[in-house]
């Protein structure tokens, strides 16, 4: 009896087309590619939060409206009570729930380079991706855009504000012209919000078609895996539909809650990220042979002028330092690579390091 599978014959040919994101190992890295926040919480306040996690019940479905984390994040972010809000296991899953609802042969916008995983989901979901090239100083090709959304009528287009990887945060005529020439929803992705000191979150009241979506992961809770959507009632209660039961769990939902009566200590970090990203970057800004772009985010995009992404992605490796080759990425200048703003300490590593870098070549 032959028991043999042929995995070909099933898969969606567009899922062979794709490649699966990839996260390095960084055991042992000084860890400056993804985006988190390096600081931990003050020893006082990580040990009330062991006191609370010793009262969770793992035996126990989670409580599937999450309603305390709710009411505390409502109060921690000043959500209006005539919105909605919607809990994702990060905002991926928010992104995948959106795209999700859509209804057959229907398109997902994006201006380019942007957050790779709004065409990774749509890709997987077998819904059509349209980028739309951003300019050479990566503010948003209104002429483009406006131009796509009338030819394509996409059901979603995603905003990246600030962007990534560009680290910028889009004009705010340019976000409000797209909303008014777009009949479908468009998504105000605010992943870095903490550092740019600007949100569409308490001017979407009446904007139906507006919704505004953020993660805690950058915020210092990477390792909760929560998001959160916020927009017109009508429009949430349709994807609260699809959410699976279940997703945020207890150790979330307890902890997100902790933290949200601590905000002041994530914003006073997040404070602190930001004088260091001024730092790095004046510092990066004096090195020859690269050029660094702006950024209201916690990671900097730089390109190196006459040298190998490769070649210094790989010596930094060595020296115990990771941070993201960007490799080939249309709209993004050849050689790219992206720093994490880290600690202070780690910020001068990095800076040691790459100096005697790009001076050995």
């Known amino acids: 009896m032959q028991n043999k599978l042929n995995i070909d014959d099933f898969i969606r040919p567009e899922i062979k087309q794709m490649s699966a994101y990839h996260v390095p190992v960084a055991t042992g890295m000084v860890k400056l590619d993804a985006m988190e926040n390096p600081f931990s919480w003050p020893p006082e306040m990580k040990d009330q939060w062991l006191e609370l996690m010793a009262s969770v ?84 090709n209104m002429p483009a855009m406006l131009a796509s959304i009338k030819q394509h009528q996409p059901a979603v287009i995603f ?19 797209i909303i008014e020439a777009s009949d479908g929803l468009v998504v105000i992705d605010e992943a870095y919000q903490p550092f740019a000191d600007k949100s569409y979150l308490n001017q979407i009241k009446g904007l139906e078609r507006v919704l505004v979506m953020r993660t805690v992961s950058k915020l210092g809770l990477a390792g909760l895996r929560l998001g959160f959507l916020v927009g017109a009632k009508q429009t949430l209660q349709q994807l609260e539909k699809i959410r699976l039961p279940y997703n945020i769990n207890s150790f979330t939902q307890l902890t997100a809650s902790f933290a949200f009566k601590h905000i002041d200590v994530l914003n006073a970090q997040a404070a602190v990220i930001c004088q260091q990203r001024e730092e790095l970057l004046k510092t990066l800004t004096g090195f020859a042979g690269i050029r660094v772009f702006p950024s209201k985010a916690n990671f900097i995009l730089f390109t190196l002028l006459d040298d190998s992404a490769e070649r210094v992605f790989e010596a930094l490796k060595e020296a115990g330092l990771l941070i ?20 202070a300490e780690e910020n001068v590593l990095f800076c040691k390091q790459l100096n005697i870098i790009l001076n050995t070549k």
Do not use: W
């Open 324 to 343: 993201k080759k960007m490799g080939v990425v249309s709209g993004l200048p050849d050689n790219c690579l992206r720093v994490t703003v880290g600690s």
């Open 57 to 140: 019940e793992p035996n126990r479905y989670p409580d599937p409206a999450a309603t305390e984390l709710v009411v505390q994040l409502r109060e921690c972010f000043a959500v209006d009570d005539e919105l909605e809000v919607v809990l994702g296991n990060g905002s991926d899953e928010l992104i995948q729930l959106i795209i999700m609802a859509m209804k057959k042969d229907v398109c997902v916008m994006a201006p380019t380079p942007s957050f790779v995983m709004y065409q990774h989901i749509a890709k997987s979901l077998g819904v059509e991706f349209v980028g739309v090239p951003l300019n050479g100083d990566f503010s948003l």
């Open 159 to 177: 905003l990246a504000y600030p962007n990534n990887p560009t680290a910028n945060l889009f004009d705010d005529a340019d976000l409000l012209a």
